[in-house]
């Protein structure tokens, strides 16, 4: 199993992004996928879900109505379109792979990307 994310940088307040994570190694089609964010200093939080089809997402209340997860099954890519970024939102991003309990937020996760940096400053 492989994640790469992409797609991180350094955006100004009120900016916008859009993280991509290649998956390969497993049937990307038949797994719900996760994003996770870790800031410095604190633990790893949960961001957001989507299911195997991508018509079902769930998102942490501190992202909902600025995030929008989406994957593409075809091309085993997973989406995250960050939009009305804030200082808060600053973190190391990763792609992760959810335990099938279908639990939300997940209670855990098998495999992980390395990672993406997102950085909101002015």
């Known amino acids: 199993v492989q994640l790469v994310e992409s797609g991180g940088g350094m955006v100004q307040p009120g900016g916008s992004l859009r993280l991509s994570c290649a998956a390969s190694?497993?049937?990307?089609?038949?797994?719900?996928m996760s994003w996770v964010r870790q800031a410095p200093g604190k633990g790893p939080e949960w961001v957001s879900n989507?299911?195997?089809?991508?018509?079902?997402?769930y998102y942490a209340d501190s992202v909902k109505g600025r995030f929008i997860i989406s994957r593409d099954n075809a091309k085993n890519t997973l989406y995250l379109q960050m939009n009305s970024l804030k200082p808060e939102d600053t973190a190391q991003y990763y792609c992760a792979r959810p335990v099938l309990d279908s639990a939300i937020p997940p209670t855990g996760y098998d495999h992980w990307g390395q990672g993406t940096q997102v950085t909101v400053s002015s």
């Open positions: 989507i299911n195997t089809g991508g018509t079902r997402t």
């Open positions: 190694g497993f049937p990307f089609s038949s797994y719900d």
